[in-house]
């Protein structure tokens, strides 16, 4: 196989310039048959000349890929080019090559060289022994004129240099085969790789057989157990470098040759021993196969018990080959579970409450896994205390092993969560909303289920709903809620999540007075004399209230005033800071400016308030947003008198902006330079409030130094956004939108620790509130 050398560009002038020793020129084109320009083909040199018969031929210049033929006296055409680039081709001399010109045939024309073609001594290969030939062996060539040749190369490129070779005659060469040399042709070139003259001499010679370590037949390892040794008796086994198993891990190994000549090489099955071929590697990296794995695994398992399964139930495995278990995949869950014990024929295990019906897999270091059937215990209906119960009452279930239900889902899609306290009998709350006629579904702990008989659910005696509001209608807090009921004559009262409310129940239609708080999830209950019902009713919760506080016609003119809300006209106390006061007004049309002024009953600009006041032309209300300091000038100095030049007051309101905020904690905890790790307490906060998705919770600080960050964590120190440095805003509050994964973190309590643990430097934590 020849070799491909690539020359720079510095190189190649040289050629050009210095072709005369290495190369012969082309002609310079004065007659139509040895032009050497043809059609954007340019032919700059060839060579190298002399060439050896046999030898490489090698063409350079513009346009090379395009030659069609090459033809040297004493041949036919060569049509057999190797395209090295569009700079460069290459021919094998026939051995038949005589002296003179050689002419490239293009689709335009030909090229004629202008230097004749001349050739070197032939060098010739009669024998190449031994072959086949060990690595590290001496390999033998005999020939003529071999006293030329700089260079042995072996198959894929590796070359021995002349100044390796063991003996070096016009007749012979002696090398060293390499550890690292493959099967394949081997090559004789007249000057080494290394050499700046890369244009040299390159003869192919039949190939060699290098050879391998080896084996009569590669050994059956089925039924090999980890930590068995492995003997491989072969060939030429010295030359091992590694032995490698299926899953491509290498493992230690030990070879041996006996007095008698007998080799062997001796290694461990190691423990994640997988099926497949182990091999062996010599230096040449060849893999040769030496044994084949079919690893042992349990055999005729038996689980006991196999079937009646509850969590926490111990499972005995008994088998063969058990102690090749390492874990346990219980069906249902993704995580396996390690063996309480295990023997060579037993294996313990505890049976997790997650765990349902199917096959539990027995893992084996080798990636394999036996299955055995197992089956859980499931809960049994025998029947209803009563099959007909009114809705909102007690549904009682007789059965057997009924301690093992969770949930409880109803025709219509509601669930009850619930507390066995007996497994033979199950008291179930039935919501009033999502219940219908139909059997019950009984779902365990692990998610698997069973069905009751069918429940009849008739409509309660005391005053209900019988159609709820769709979806689709959006109902608001404070305003009145119009609902259409039955036995409205039994309702003694209504309460809009526990806190009683005015109604109003006129025939069927019940009319609510509805919290302006009143928000999604809201718990309307109906009081009857003779039951109560609850519904859970959404509501868009009224977040202002805009109340007019003075109607009419109060020309300012030019500095007049309106005083109607001025010393006694409006109880100011009753305003809340953050109130926006709003002045609905008309300007004069023929005026330039307009100007307005909230003053105190002695006309005095409010404190805060911006002075006079310019009014842009066209405006039809200015408001002011009423700050603590403005209300106590107003409650004490003699109330509100709008003042200014060209406007006219038609209507002024107060508009309250109402917080959904609930507190869950409130202090002031000082986080100093990370030295607090704050358990907020009591540890149910956030369950107490209510905390769900798609609420915002917020943290309320006291910011003392610029640089002040904070670092949240869930009650068990489980960093919460990836454990990020959180920075307070402006106003010193990090607010979070609450998703589902925060929401179960901060609800979902176990043994110990707290919903919420917070950390931080420079600021002092004062609020947290859900909203």
């Keep these: 196989m020849n070799k491909t050398y690539k020359l720079s560009a510095l190189w190649m002038m040289c050629l050009i310039l210095l072709g005369c020793l290495s190369f012969s020129a082309c002609d310079d084109g004065d007659e139509e048959d040895t032009n050497q320009y043809k059609g954007g083909i340019s032919l700059n040199v060839f060579g190298p000349s002399p060439v050896a018969r046999g030898g490489v031929l090698r063409f350079l210049g513009s346009g090379m890929d395009k030659i069609q033929s090459v033809s040297i006296p004493g041949c036919g055409e060569i049509t057999d080019i190797e395209v090295i680039s569009a700079n460069e081709i290459r021919v094998t001399v026939p051995q038949t090559a005589e002296v003179g010109y050689v002419t490239l045939k293009t689709p335009t024309g030909e090229i004629t060289t202008k230097t004749k073609i001349t050739y070197t001594e032939p060098i010739g290969v009669e024998t190449i022994t031994p072959n086949p030939v060990k690595p590290g062996d001496v390999l033998t060539i005999k020939g003529e004129y071999l006293n030329l040749i700089k ?32 099967t394949g042709d081997v090559t004789l070139a007249d000057a080494s790789s290394d050499d700046s003259d890369a244009l040299r001499n390159l003869i192919q010679v039949e190939g060699i057989v290098i050879i391998l370590p080896s084996v009569e037949a590669p050994l059956d390892l089925t ?56 091999v062996m590697i010599p230096a040449s990296g060849v893999e040769v196969a030496i044994a084949n794995i079919g690893m042992a695994l349990p055999e005729k398992v038996v689980a006991t018990p196999a079937d009646g399964l509850r969590g926490g139930d111990v499972i005995t495995l008994t088998g063969v080959n058990m102690e090749l278990v390492t874990t346990i995949t219980f069906p249902g869950m993704e995580e396996a579970v390690e063996p309480a014990s295990k023997s060579a024929t037993e294996v313990k295990v505890t049976m997790p409450a997650a765990a349902i019906s199917g096959e539990l897999l027995l893992n084996t270091a080798s990636g394999t896994s ?104 959006e109902l608001k807090g404070g305003e009145i809620f119009e609902i259409g009921v039955a036995n409205g004559d039994k ?68 500095w007049g005033g309106m005083s109607d809300l001025s010393w006694g006209g409006y109880d100011w106390s009753t305003v809340t800071a953050g109130t926006d006061l709003t002045i609905h007004f ?170 919420f643990i917070v950390q931080g430097t420079g600021c002092t934590l004062t609020k947290v509130t859900i909203e």
């Excluded at 209950?525 to 109607?551: H, K, M, Q, R």
Aim: with cysteine.
């Design 586 to 755: 008309v300007e004069y049309e023929t005026a330039d400016y307009w100007q307005m002024r909230f003053g105190n009953g002695s006309w005095a600009a409010l404190p805060g308030s911006g002075g006079d006041i310019s009014l842009e032309a066209g405006a039809k209300s200015y408001t002011l947003t009423l700050t603590q300091e403005m209300i106590d000038e107003l409650v004490n100095n003699g109330g509100l008198v709008m003042t200014g030049c060209n406007y006219i007051i038609g209507k002024i309101t107060l508009t309250e902006h109402i917080s959904l905020e609930t507190a869950v904690w409130k202090g002031s905890l000082d986080m100093a330079a990370w030295s607090v790790n704050h358990e907020m307490k009591p540890n149910t906060m956030f369950v107490d409030a209510g905390l769900k998705a798609g609420m915002t919770l917020r943290l309320y600080f006291d910011v003392y130094d610029a640089d002040s960050k904070v670092k949240l964590f869930d009650g068990h120190w489980g960093g919460l956004f990836d454990g990020a440095e959180l920075v307070p805003d402006a106003s010193g509050v990090i607010a979070i939108s609450v998703d589902d994964d925060l929401a179960t973190k901060l609800t979902t309590l176990i043994d110990w620790g707290y919903s």
């Design 370 to 473: 036996v299955p055995v059937a197992i089956t859980t215990l499931k809960p049994e209906f025998m029947s209803f205390a009563n099959d007909a119960v009114s809705l909102g009452g007690d549904v009682t279930i007789q059965g057997k092993n009924l301690d093992l239900v969770a949930k409880v889902v109803y025709t219509g899609g509601a669930e009850v969560e619930v507390i066995p306290a007996s497994a033979t009998e199950l008291t179930v709350e039935m919501p009033t909303m999502g219940t219908e006629s139909g059997v019950l579904t009984l779902v365990m702990a692990n998610g698997e289920s069973v069905e009751t008989g069918k429940l009849t659910i008739n409509a309660p005696e005391f005053c209900y709903i019988p159609v709820l509001p769709g979806e689709e209608t």
């Design 223 to 278: 039924a090999k157990k980890p930590g068995d040794e492995i003997v491989v008796k072969g060939k030429d086994l010295d030359l091992v470098n590694t032995v490698k198993m299926p899953n491509g891990e290498e493992v230690e190994f030990a070879y041996d040759k006996s007095e008698g000549g007998e080799e062997t090489i001796t290694f461990i099955l190691p423990e994640n021993a997988t099926d497949g071929a182990v």
């Design 491 to 558: 309702l003694t009262g209504v309460q809009i999540n526990s806190q009683n409310v005015q109604y109003i129940i006129n025939g069927d239609k019940l009319y609510i007075s509805i919290p302006q708080a009143a928000g999604k999830g809201t718990k309307v209950t109906l009081i009857s004399s003779n039951g109560t019902i609850d519904y859970s009713i959404d509501f868009v919760p009224a977040t202002e209230i805009t109340t007019v506080i003075w109607t009419g016609v109060g020309d300012v003119g030019s």
């Design 151 to 182: 260079e042995v190369i072996f198959f894929e490129e590796l070359p021995v240099g002349e100044a390796d070779f063991i003996a070096h005659s016009r007749q012979e060469i002696q090398v060293k085969v390499p550890m690292e040399a493959k």
